[in-house]
């Protein structure tokens, strides 16, 4: 199967500071990657995307860069608040079909 | 607001039992999908489906089943629960277009014992 991970399982961040969550992908045919952000017992929520002809896309707090060259992914948030706390997973969809799959999550805490 | 609906957020089942896990989802998405979640190993595949009456296996399907009888619902079965089936379940459903993400449920946490 595919293989999306993250380097860091743990970020803990002070209110009011930047934060970046980064991920690797390994399939350089993936052309559509996805930020998802789960809170403590809910399911994933859709933070933000980019495909694969972009390299930074920008939302409301939320920006993801995208390095297809060493197949990185990274999602940065700003001015990080408490309702951030969650964990983030990046998914990459390899093109072969609308089948993602999933990074094994980073665990983001913001000390108030 | 759209959503995707699971029936149960906690469960606890016996060794052994038949359980039914349900997904139901109100945005006529052709896709659905059943992953479970495990500390340390993410999101798993378990089985998916882009039609009605069609399934494909996951990653992970053994010990599982599915059920896709309408559009809306896709229902997973775990014919005889084992204590290493215990985890968070979750269903998500898509578009059949690309470049679309999911729309996950909230999850059914699921004990063994």
């Known amino acids: 199967g595919e293989s999306v991970g993250l380097h860091l399982p743990t970020l803990s961040v002070q209110e009011g500071d930047n934060s970046i969550i980064n991920c690797a992908y390994s399939?350089?045919?993936?052309?559509?990657f996805i930020w998802y952000k789960q809170e403590s017992g809910k399911g994933p929520q859709f933070i933000i995307d980019?495909?694969?002809?972009?390299d930074k896309r920008q939302g409301q707090r939320v920006t993801v860069l995208l390095n297809k060259t060493v197949k990185h992914l990274s999602l940065q948030i700003a001015a990080t608040q408490p309702g951030d706390s969650a964990v983030y997973f990046c998914?990459?969809?390899?093109?072969?079909?609308?089948?993602?799959?999933f990074g094994t999550g980073t665990s983001l805490t913001v000390i108030p | 607001d759209v959503k995707v609906t699971q029936s149960s957020r906690y469960l606890v089942k016996r060794t052994g039992e038949k359980v039914f896990l349900e997904c139901v989802q109100d945005?006529?998405?052709?896709?659905m999908f059943w992953y479970r979640q495990d500390p340390g190993l993410g999101l798993r595949l378990i089985y998916f489906?882009?039609?009605?009456?069609?399934?494909e296996k996951g990653d992970i399907p053994e010990g599982y089943s599915v059920s896709r009888e309408k559009k809306e619902r896709f229902s997973l079965i775990l014919e005889s629960a084992s204590t290493n089936q215990t985890s968070m379940y979750l269903c998500?459903?898509?578009?059949?277009?690309?470049?679309?993400?999911?729309?996950f449920g909230s999850g059914t946490r699921l004990t063994v014992v």
């Open positions: 998500a459903s898509s578009t059949g277009a690309l470049g679309y993400g999911y729309t």
């Open positions: 399939n350089s045919a993936s052309d559509y």
């Open positions: 980019i495909r694969s002809n972009m």
């Open positions: 998914a990459e969809n390899p093109g072969t079909g609308n089948q993602f799959y």
């Open positions: 945005m006529d998405h052709e896709n």
């Open positions: 489906s882009y039609d009605v009456k069609m399934k």
